[in-house]
């Protein structure tokens, strides 16, 4: 299930790593470790807004509760947003541990069902939405000779259309012009391999390619996009040749990553054609959980002539850097119940504090009883 398609606007992931392994639980894409069984996470994080004269802080807090099975799946999670809202996940599953309902249910009243069907071998044939507005197949579900699954996203065409789609073991979000199609071909260790994007007529619009390394590391994602990323009326009074060369700007993107002796991943760059570039850096303690991160970019823009050729405008160019850091506190069973993040926009500022999180996490006792 995608971010952009749960209800009422999905829910804040609060910092999720990209994992690399096979049988990732729920509790582990909390960044949870251990038998966790419920976990309260109370965040409060801080805007400043700078006018003319003088910056304003608006302080925010929402708050997360998690419920989990033995197994790490999710049995519910409730989330109160900052304006006292609130919606209810309770997530069901049959007898051979298979989930086969999502029930959400915002305070407003408004319910979503998530309807998950399977085919004989037990594998996810079909995810089915229904809600007061009616039912429909949200995704699809196939398998090759090999066992290698596609799963196909049914974009609704007459609702509120996602701007971008997330995909399993990446932190990264990626949209094509007109899509009525998102397809994730998996490969045989059910990673995701490629991400296609056809739009209502069944042209391919954009690909995504994802490599890995021996390791199951991701270590690069690269788009290609076919499709004009530009609005027609923003090239109306372009000739062909100056069409052609925007459409070659906005083509590629590329990301790649590197891993420490850890599978760690330590740097990021992203590439967006000749426009934009960006380096990342990560930190992380002895836990693993990342103490610190520094970010820095640069973007340009280009003239262009009646034959399309592109020049650069070097007056056009800006830097941007940013650093943040993270301090934890821990419980016995290595889990942290306390996060402060802290950032600046350059290396001689000072901090300042962005959010606050703490969690309260309660476990299973393997000492009890079973209950039969």
Same mark, same amino acid.
């Given at each position: &299930?995608?971010?952009?398609? =749960?209800?009422?606007?999905?829910?804040?992931?609060?910092?999720?790593?990209?994992?690399?392994?096979?049988?990732?639980?729920?509790?582990? +894409?909390?960044?949870?470790?251990? =038998?966790?069984?419920?976990?309260? @996470?109370?965040?409060?994080?801080?805007?400043?807004?700078?006018?003319?004269?003088?910056?304003?802080?608006?302080?925010?807090?929402?708050?997360?509760?998690?419920?989990?099975?033995?197994?790490?799946?999710? #049995?519910?999670?409730?989330?109160?947003?900052?304006?006292?809202?609130?919606?209810?996940?309770?997530?069901?599953?049959?007898?051979?541990?298979?989930?086969? @309902?999502?029930?959400?249910?915002?305070?407003?009243?408004?319910?979503? =069902?998530?309807?998950?069907? %399977?085919?004989?071998?037990? +594998?996810?044939? /079909?995810?089915?939405?229904?809600?007061?507005?009616?039912? +429909?197949?949200?995704?699809?579900?196939?398998?090759?000779?090999?066992?290698?699954?596609?799963?196909? @996203?049914?974009?609704?065409?007459?609702?509120? /259309?996602?701007?971008?789609?997330?995909?399993?073991?990446?932190?990264?979000? %990626?949209?094509?012009?007109?899509?009525?199609?998102?397809?994730?071909?998996?490969?045989?260790?059910?990673?995701?391999?490629?991400? =296609?994007?056809?739009?209502?007529?069944?042209?391919?619009?954009?690909?995504?390619?994802?490599?890995?390394?021996?390791?199951?590391?991701?270590?690069?994602?690269?788009?290609?996009?076919?499709?004009?990323?530009?609005? !027609?009326?923003?090239?109306?009074? &372009?000739?062909? #040749?100056?069409?052609?060369?925007?459409?070659?700007?906005?083509?590629?993107?590329?990301?790649?990553?590197? %891993?420490?002796?850890?599978?760690?991943?330590?740097?990021? /760059?992203?590439?967006?054609?000749?426009?934009?570039?960006?380096?990342?850096?990560?930190?992380?303690?002895?836990?693993?959980?990342?103490?610190?991160? @520094?970010?820095? #970019?640069?973007?340009?823009?280009?003239? &262009?002539?009646?034959?399309?050729?592109?020049?650069?405008?070097? #007056?056009?160019?800006?830097?941007?850097?940013?650093?943040?850091?993270?301090?934890?506190?821990?419980?016995?069973?290595?889990?942290?119940?306390?996060?402060?993040?802290?950032?600046?926009?350059?290396?001689?500022?000072?901090?300042?504090?962005?959010?606050?999180? +703490?969690?309260?996490?309660?476990?299973?006792?393997?000492?009890? !009883?079973?209950?039969?």
């Amino acid at each position: &299930m995608n971010e952009a398609d =749960l209800p009422f606007g999905g829910i804040h992931q609060h910092v999720v790593k990209p994992v690399h392994t096979l049988n990732v639980t729920d509790r582990n +894409r909390w960044n949870l470790r251990g =038998l966790v069984k419920t976990c309260k @996470i109370e965040r409060t994080w801080f805007m400043t807004r700078c006018g003319a004269d003088a910056c304003e802080t608006e302080t925010r807090n929402d708050v997360s509760a998690l419920e989990f099975r033995p197994n790490g799946s999710l #049995a519910r999670h409730k989330h109160l947003n900052p304006d006292g809202s609130e919606h209810t996940t309770v997530y069901e599953y049959n007898q051979a541990d298979l989930l086969t @309902i999502v029930r959400a249910e915002h305070s407003s009243g408004d319910v979503h =069902l998530q309807l998950y069907e %399977y085919d004989q071998a037990g +594998r996810l044939a /079909r995810l089915i939405m229904r809600s007061g507005a009616g039912e +429909r197949v949200t995704e699809s579900y196939e398998y090759d000779q090999h066992g290698r699954k596609s799963k196909i @996203i049914h974009v609704d065409q007459l609702g509120v /259309r996602p701007n971008a789609w997330r995909v399993e073991g990446t932190d990264a979000f %990626y949209s094509a012009p007109d899509a009525a199609l998102v397809t994730t071909h998996y490969n045989e260790r059910d990673q995701p391999a490629e991400l =296609l994007f056809h739009d209502s007529t069944g042209n391919l619009v954009s690909r995504v390619e994802f490599r890995y390394d021996g390791n199951l590391n991701l270590v690069e994602e690269e788009q290609t996009t076919f499709a004009d990323m530009l609005p !027609p009326e923003a090239t109306a009074q &372009m000739n062909a #040749a100056q069409r052609e060369a925007v459409r070659h700007l906005f083509a590629a993107a590329r990301r790649s990553h590197r %891993y420490d002796e850890h599978n760690r991943r330590i740097e990021t /760059r992203n590439q967006m054609g000749l426009l934009s570039e960006e380096h990342m850096s990560m930190f992380y303690n002895d836990r693993g959980d990342m103490i610190g991160q @520094i970010v820095e #970019a640069q973007d340009r823009e280009f003239g &262009m002539d009646d034959e399309g050729q592109l020049s650069p405008a070097p #007056a056009t160019e800006r830097s941007r850097w940013s650093e943040a850091r993270f301090t934890y506190e821990y419980d016995v069973q290595g889990n942290w119940v306390s996060k402060t993040s802290e950032g600046r926009n350059r290396p001689d500022a000072d901090f300042t504090v962005h959010s606050i999180e +703490r969690r309260v996490n309660s476990y299973f006792d393997l000492n009890a !009883p079973a209950v039969c």
